[in-house]
Protein backbone atom coordinates (compact mmCIF):
# COMPACT_ATOMS: atom_id res chain seq x y z
CA UNK A 1 0.00 0.00 0.00
CA UNK A 2 1.46 3.51 -1.19
CA UNK A 3 1.48 6.70 0.92
CA UNK A 4 -1.93 7.81 -0.40
CA UNK A 5 -3.73 4.87 -0.11
CA UNK A 6 -2.57 5.18 3.50
CA UNK A 7 -3.79 8.21 4.03
CA UNK A 8 -7.07 7.92 2.34
CA UNK A 9 -7.89 4.28 4.55
CA UNK A 10 -7.29 6.47 7.48
CA UNK A 11 -9.39 9.12 6.82
CA UNK A 12 -12.31 6.59 5.81
CA UNK A 13 -12.00 4.95 9.05
CA UNK A 14 -11.96 8.20 11.54
CA UNK A 15 -14.96 9.61 9.26
CA UNK A 16 -16.94 6.07 9.18
CA UNK A 17 -20.59 6.42 10.51
CA UNK A 18 -21.90 5.73 13.62
CA UNK A 19 -25.87 5.59 12.30
CA UNK A 20 -27.36 4.83 9.03
CA UNK A 21 -28.39 7.95 8.85
CA UNK A 22 -24.91 9.60 9.11
CA UNK A 23 -24.12 6.90 6.41
CA UNK A 24 -26.88 8.19 4.13
CA UNK A 25 -25.80 12.23 5.14
CA UNK A 26 -24.82 14.48 2.27
CA UNK A 27 -21.02 14.20 1.15
CA UNK A 28 -21.03 10.58 2.57
CA UNK A 29 -20.61 7.56 0.41
CA UNK A 30 -23.75 4.97 0.34
CA UNK A 31 -21.46 2.36 -1.11
CA UNK A 32 -23.20 -1.45 0.26
CA UNK A 33 -20.09 -2.07 2.29
CA UNK A 34 -20.71 0.75 4.46
CA UNK A 35 -24.09 0.13 5.44
CA UNK A 36 -25.84 -2.62 7.48
CA UNK A 37 -27.91 -5.48 5.90
CA UNK A 38 -30.69 -4.77 3.74
CA UNK A 39 -33.15 -2.85 5.59
CA UNK A 40 -30.80 -0.52 7.51
CA UNK A 41 -32.41 1.60 9.19
CA UNK A 42 -31.63 5.33 9.68
CA UNK A 43 -32.20 5.06 14.02
CA UNK A 44 -29.74 2.07 14.27
CA UNK A 45 -25.92 2.08 14.54
CA UNK A 46 -23.71 0.24 11.81
CA UNK A 47 -21.33 -0.06 14.47
CA UNK A 48 -20.49 0.40 18.26
CA UNK A 49 -19.48 3.56 19.45
CA UNK A 50 -16.80 1.97 21.93
CA UNK A 51 -15.48 5.36 23.23
CA UNK A 52 -19.21 6.99 23.46
CA UNK A 53 -20.24 3.49 25.37
CA UNK A 54 -16.94 3.86 27.82
CA UNK A 55 -17.73 7.38 28.23
CA UNK A 56 -21.83 6.73 29.14
CA UNK A 57 -20.01 3.63 31.72
CA UNK A 58 -17.77 6.21 33.89
CA UNK A 59 -20.31 8.79 34.18
CA UNK A 60 -23.10 6.54 35.29
CA UNK A 61 -20.73 4.57 37.68
CA UNK A 62 -19.15 7.53 38.18
CA UNK A 63 -22.16 9.37 39.35
CA UNK A 64 -23.60 6.82 41.23
CA UNK A 65 -20.77 6.12 43.56
CA UNK A 66 -20.79 9.66 44.42
CA UNK A 67 -24.71 10.06 45.70
CA UNK A 68 -24.29 7.13 47.32
CA UNK A 69 -21.14 8.76 49.14
CA UNK A 70 -22.94 9.91 52.16
CA UNK A 71 -23.70 6.84 52.73
CA UNK A 72 -20.21 5.15 52.54
CA UNK A 73 -18.89 8.30 54.55
CA UNK A 74 -20.70 7.93 57.35
CA UNK A 75 -20.48 4.54 58.02
CA UNK A 76 -21.64 2.06 55.48
CA UNK A 77 -23.61 -0.53 55.82
CA UNK A 78 -23.77 0.67 60.23
CA UNK A 79 -24.57 4.32 59.04
CA UNK A 80 -27.33 4.91 61.22
CA UNK A 81 -28.57 7.17 58.19
CA UNK A 82 -28.97 3.86 56.21
CA UNK A 83 -32.80 3.57 56.67
CA UNK A 84 -33.85 7.28 56.14
CA UNK A 85 -31.26 8.12 53.28
CA UNK A 86 -31.03 4.91 51.27
CA UNK A 87 -34.44 5.46 49.52
CA UNK A 88 -33.79 9.05 48.99
CA UNK A 89 -30.11 8.60 47.65
CA UNK A 90 -31.36 5.67 45.66
CA UNK A 91 -34.07 7.59 44.17
CA UNK A 92 -31.75 10.01 43.45
CA UNK A 93 -29.16 7.52 41.66
CA UNK A 94 -31.99 6.57 39.50
CA UNK A 95 -31.54 9.36 37.47
CA UNK A 96 -27.38 9.08 37.17
CA UNK A 97 -27.92 6.54 33.34
CA UNK A 98 -30.37 9.63 32.11
CA UNK A 99 -27.01 11.78 32.62
CA UNK A 100 -25.02 9.89 31.37
CA UNK A 101 -26.63 9.82 27.90
CA UNK A 102 -27.22 13.39 27.41
CA UNK A 103 -23.30 13.62 27.81
CA UNK A 104 -22.95 10.61 25.23
CA UNK A 105 -25.47 12.36 23.02
CA UNK A 106 -24.75 16.32 22.90
CA UNK A 107 -21.19 16.54 24.33
CA UNK A 108 -19.89 13.63 22.34
CA UNK A 109 -23.02 14.07 19.76
CA UNK A 110 -23.63 10.03 19.65
CA UNK A 111 -25.52 9.95 17.25
CA UNK A 112 -25.63 13.15 15.61
CA UNK A 113 -29.03 12.72 14.27
CA UNK A 114 -32.46 10.56 14.88
CA UNK A 115 -32.32 10.99 18.11
CA UNK A 116 -35.83 10.48 19.61
CA UNK A 117 -36.23 7.09 16.93
CA UNK A 118 -32.63 5.72 18.23
CA UNK A 119 -34.24 5.93 21.72
CA UNK A 120 -37.13 4.68 21.19
CA UNK A 121 -39.52 7.47 21.79
CA UNK A 122 -40.97 8.53 18.32
CA UNK A 123 -43.25 7.88 16.49
CA UNK A 124 -45.40 7.46 19.32
CA UNK A 125 -47.93 4.60 17.61
CA UNK A 126 -49.70 2.71 17.06
CA UNK A 127 -51.79 2.67 19.97
CA UNK A 128 -53.15 -0.22 20.13
CA UNK A 129 -49.86 -1.91 20.46
CA UNK A 130 -48.42 0.44 23.07
CA UNK A 131 -52.17 -0.36 25.02
CA UNK A 132 -51.53 -4.36 25.08
CA UNK A 133 -47.85 -3.83 25.87
CA UNK A 134 -48.37 -1.27 28.86
CA UNK A 135 -50.84 -4.26 30.43
CA UNK A 136 -48.80 -6.98 29.46
CA UNK A 137 -45.48 -6.09 31.36
CA UNK A 138 -47.57 -3.79 34.14
CA UNK A 139 -48.31 -7.70 35.26
CA UNK A 140 -45.98 -9.72 34.07
CA UNK A 141 -43.20 -8.91 36.44
CA UNK A 142 -45.36 -9.54 39.83
CA UNK A 143 -46.74 -12.86 38.21
CA UNK A 144 -43.45 -14.00 37.65
CA UNK A 145 -42.10 -12.82 41.22
CA UNK A 146 -45.08 -15.20 42.24
CA UNK A 147 -44.19 -18.06 40.02
CA UNK A 148 -40.72 -18.11 41.01
CA UNK A 149 -41.61 -17.87 44.54
CA UNK A 150 -44.37 -20.94 43.80
CA UNK A 151 -41.72 -23.12 42.64
CA UNK A 152 -39.22 -22.46 45.43
CA UNK A 153 -41.37 -23.39 47.63
CA UNK A 154 -42.10 -26.59 45.78
CA UNK A 155 -38.69 -27.34 45.90
CA UNK A 156 -37.85 -26.57 49.93
CA UNK A 157 -35.54 -23.70 48.66
CA UNK A 158 -38.22 -20.80 50.84
CA UNK A 159 -40.52 -21.76 53.59
CA UNK A 160 -43.78 -20.26 53.42
CA UNK A 161 -45.84 -18.41 56.41
CA UNK A 162 -49.37 -17.60 54.48
CA UNK A 163 -51.32 -17.76 57.67
CA UNK A 164 -49.62 -15.37 60.20
CA UNK A 165 -47.03 -13.59 57.73
CA UNK A 166 -44.54 -13.71 60.29
CA UNK A 167 -41.71 -12.84 57.36
CA UNK A 168 -43.56 -9.80 56.81
CA UNK A 169 -43.95 -9.22 60.29
CA UNK A 170 -40.39 -9.39 61.20
CA UNK A 171 -39.25 -7.21 58.16
CA UNK A 172 -41.77 -4.18 59.60
CA UNK A 173 -40.54 -4.94 62.90
CA UNK A 174 -36.97 -4.24 61.94
CA UNK A 175 -38.21 -1.05 59.92
CA UNK A 176 -39.70 0.19 62.76
CA UNK A 177 -36.38 0.23 65.20
CA UNK A 178 -34.58 1.61 62.19
CA UNK A 179 -37.22 4.44 62.58
CA UNK A 180 -36.84 4.85 65.82
CA UNK A 181 -33.08 5.25 66.27
CA UNK A 182 -33.19 7.85 63.77
CA UNK A 183 -36.37 9.83 65.34
CA UNK A 184 -35.06 9.09 68.82
CA UNK A 185 -39.02 8.21 69.60
CA UNK A 186 -39.55 5.06 71.01
CA UNK A 187 -42.97 4.78 69.38
CA UNK A 188 -42.20 6.26 65.70
CA UNK A 189 -46.18 4.86 65.19
CA UNK A 190 -47.34 8.11 67.43
CA UNK A 191 -49.72 6.34 69.51
CA UNK A 192 -51.79 5.13 66.82
CA UNK A 193 -51.93 1.25 66.27
CA UNK A 194 -50.93 -0.23 63.09
CA UNK A 195 -53.80 -2.15 61.01
CA UNK A 196 -53.44 -6.05 61.56
CA UNK A 197 -50.59 -7.79 59.19
CA UNK A 198 -53.26 -9.79 56.98
CA UNK A 199 -54.35 -6.36 55.99
CA UNK A 200 -51.00 -4.45 55.30
CA UNK A 201 -50.10 -7.32 53.20
CA UNK A 202 -52.97 -7.14 51.18
CA UNK A 203 -52.50 -3.21 50.59
CA UNK A 204 -48.67 -3.79 49.94
CA UNK A 205 -49.98 -6.42 46.72
CA UNK A 206 -52.78 -4.19 45.88
CA UNK A 207 -50.32 -1.16 45.69
CA UNK A 208 -48.13 -2.66 43.55
CA UNK A 209 -49.30 -1.68 40.06
CA UNK A 210 -50.37 2.16 41.78
CA UNK A 211 -46.70 2.20 42.55
CA UNK A 212 -45.41 1.08 39.63
CA UNK A 213 -47.24 4.09 37.97
CA UNK A 214 -45.97 6.51 40.53
CA UNK A 215 -42.42 5.14 40.93
CA UNK A 216 -42.36 5.28 36.80
CA UNK A 217 -40.83 8.74 36.66
CA UNK A 218 -37.90 7.28 38.71
CA UNK A 219 -37.75 4.44 36.46
CA UNK A 220 -37.38 7.00 33.34
CA UNK A 221 -33.85 7.70 34.73
CA UNK A 222 -32.57 4.32 34.74
CA UNK A 223 -34.60 3.25 31.32
CA UNK A 224 -33.55 5.86 29.00
CA UNK A 225 -29.98 4.93 29.61
CA UNK A 226 -29.80 1.16 29.59
CA UNK A 227 -32.23 0.70 27.26
CA UNK A 228 -32.82 3.66 25.27
CA UNK A 229 -29.27 4.74 24.60
CA UNK A 230 -27.29 1.26 26.17
CA UNK A 231 -28.89 -1.58 24.17
CA UNK A 232 -29.23 0.03 20.86
CA UNK A 233 -25.28 1.12 21.00
CA UNK A 234 -24.21 -2.39 21.71
CA UNK A 235 -26.79 -4.08 19.59
CA UNK A 236 -24.31 -4.29 16.42
CA UNK A 237 -22.30 -6.86 18.40
CA UNK A 238 -25.40 -8.99 18.00
CA UNK A 239 -28.89 -9.65 19.53
CA UNK A 240 -27.85 -12.12 22.42
CA UNK A 241 -24.27 -10.63 23.27
CA UNK A 242 -26.08 -6.65 23.35
CA UNK A 243 -29.17 -8.44 25.88
CA UNK A 244 -26.17 -9.86 27.99
CA UNK A 245 -23.70 -7.31 28.28
CA UNK A 246 -26.06 -4.38 28.90
CA UNK A 247 -27.82 -6.03 31.40
CA UNK A 248 -24.33 -7.42 33.16
CA UNK A 249 -23.39 -3.54 33.13
CA UNK A 250 -26.95 -2.52 34.81
CA UNK A 251 -26.42 -5.00 37.32
CA UNK A 252 -22.95 -3.67 37.93
CA UNK A 253 -23.83 -0.15 38.18
CA UNK A 254 -26.52 -0.80 41.41
CA UNK A 255 -22.66 -2.15 43.58
CA UNK A 256 -22.57 0.99 45.70
CA UNK A 257 -26.44 0.13 46.93
CA UNK A 258 -25.72 -3.44 47.02
CA UNK A 259 -22.25 -3.75 48.47
CA UNK A 260 -24.29 -1.54 51.64
CA UNK A 261 -26.51 -5.09 51.72
CA UNK A 262 -29.58 -3.76 50.41
CA UNK A 263 -31.65 -6.17 48.71
CA UNK A 264 -29.49 -9.52 49.09
CA UNK A 265 -27.98 -8.88 52.80
CA UNK A 266 -24.56 -9.41 51.63
CA UNK A 267 -21.41 -6.75 52.11
CA UNK A 268 -19.49 -8.55 49.57
CA UNK A 269 -18.70 -9.72 46.11
CA UNK A 270 -21.82 -12.17 46.63
CA UNK A 271 -24.19 -9.57 46.36
CA UNK A 272 -22.94 -8.00 43.42
CA UNK A 273 -23.07 -11.48 41.91
CA UNK A 274 -26.47 -12.07 42.87
CA UNK A 275 -27.31 -8.82 41.42
CA UNK A 276 -25.89 -8.92 38.33
CA UNK A 277 -27.09 -12.69 37.32
CA UNK A 278 -30.87 -11.07 38.20
CA UNK A 279 -30.27 -8.04 35.83
CA UNK A 280 -29.29 -9.88 33.41
CA UNK A 281 -31.99 -12.20 33.29
CA UNK A 282 -34.19 -9.08 33.71
CA UNK A 283 -31.94 -7.22 30.92
CA UNK A 284 -32.86 -9.75 28.30
CA UNK A 285 -36.85 -9.53 29.23
CA UNK A 286 -36.43 -6.01 29.29
CA UNK A 287 -34.43 -5.88 26.19
CA UNK A 288 -36.36 -7.83 24.46
CA UNK A 289 -39.55 -5.88 25.16
CA UNK A 290 -37.41 -2.34 23.39
CA UNK A 291 -36.58 -4.07 21.11
CA UNK A 292 -39.82 -5.44 19.94
CA UNK A 293 -41.50 -2.59 20.27
CA UNK A 294 -38.46 -1.35 18.05
CA UNK A 295 -39.06 -3.56 15.12
CA UNK A 296 -40.04 -1.83 12.50
CA UNK A 297 -39.68 2.14 12.21
CA UNK A 298 -43.48 2.52 11.01
CA UNK A 299 -44.30 0.74 14.07
CA UNK A 300 -44.48 1.68 18.28
CA UNK A 301 -41.27 2.79 19.39
CA UNK A 302 -43.15 4.03 22.84
CA UNK A 303 -41.38 1.19 24.63
CA UNK A 304 -41.24 3.44 27.91
CA UNK A 305 -44.38 2.91 29.42
CA UNK A 306 -44.41 -0.82 29.88
CA UNK A 307 -41.22 -0.74 30.58
CA UNK A 308 -41.76 1.77 33.39
CA UNK A 309 -43.92 0.03 35.31
CA UNK A 310 -41.99 -3.32 34.40
CA UNK A 311 -38.91 -1.27 35.73
CA UNK A 312 -40.52 -0.55 39.11
CA UNK A 313 -42.03 -3.45 39.99
CA UNK A 314 -38.32 -5.36 39.75
CA UNK A 315 -37.25 -3.05 41.78
CA UNK A 316 -40.02 -2.60 44.72
CA UNK A 317 -41.72 -5.69 44.98
CA UNK A 318 -41.26 -6.93 47.98
CA UNK A 319 -37.30 -5.74 48.98
CA UNK A 320 -35.64 -9.06 50.19
CA UNK A 321 -39.01 -11.26 51.08
CA UNK A 322 -42.14 -11.60 49.75
CA UNK A 323 -44.98 -11.01 52.20
CA UNK A 324 -45.95 -14.67 52.71
CA UNK A 325 -42.42 -15.42 53.79
CA UNK A 326 -41.21 -17.29 56.81
CA UNK A 327 -39.74 -15.60 59.53
CA UNK A 328 -37.07 -18.25 60.33
CA UNK A 329 -35.69 -20.02 57.55
CA UNK A 330 -32.82 -22.95 57.38
CA UNK A 331 -32.92 -21.99 53.66
CA UNK A 332 -30.62 -19.19 51.67
CA UNK A 333 -32.80 -15.56 51.81
CA UNK A 334 -31.30 -14.91 48.64
CA UNK A 335 -32.27 -17.41 46.20
CA UNK A 336 -35.45 -16.24 43.49
CA UNK A 337 -36.56 -13.76 45.80
CA UNK A 338 -35.54 -10.45 43.88
CA UNK A 339 -33.01 -8.87 42.09
CA UNK A 340 -34.11 -4.96 42.37
Known amino acids: MNNREAVLTAMNDQNEPHTVAEATAPGMSTMPNELPAAHARPDR ?49 MFTPAIATLVVMF ?12 LGMWPLR ?83 PVGALINSIFAFGEEIGWRGWLLPALRPLGLWPALVLHGAIWGLWHSPLILLGYNFGYLDWRGVALMTGGCIVW ?36 GNHPPGDEAERTNDPHIGLDSS
Open 45 to 93: FVRVPWAAVWVFIAVSFGLAWLVSLPLWLTGGADSPLLALLLPLLGSVM
Open 126 to 208: PAKRVVWFIVAFWFAPPLLVALVVAVSAGLGLVQLDLVAFSGFQTLLDAQMADLSAVTGDTDPTLGFPLPGIGFMVAVQLLAI
Open 283 to 318: GVLFGWSRLRNDAHPLRCKLWLPPKLAEHHEHHGEY
Open 107 to 118: AMKTPRSERLRL
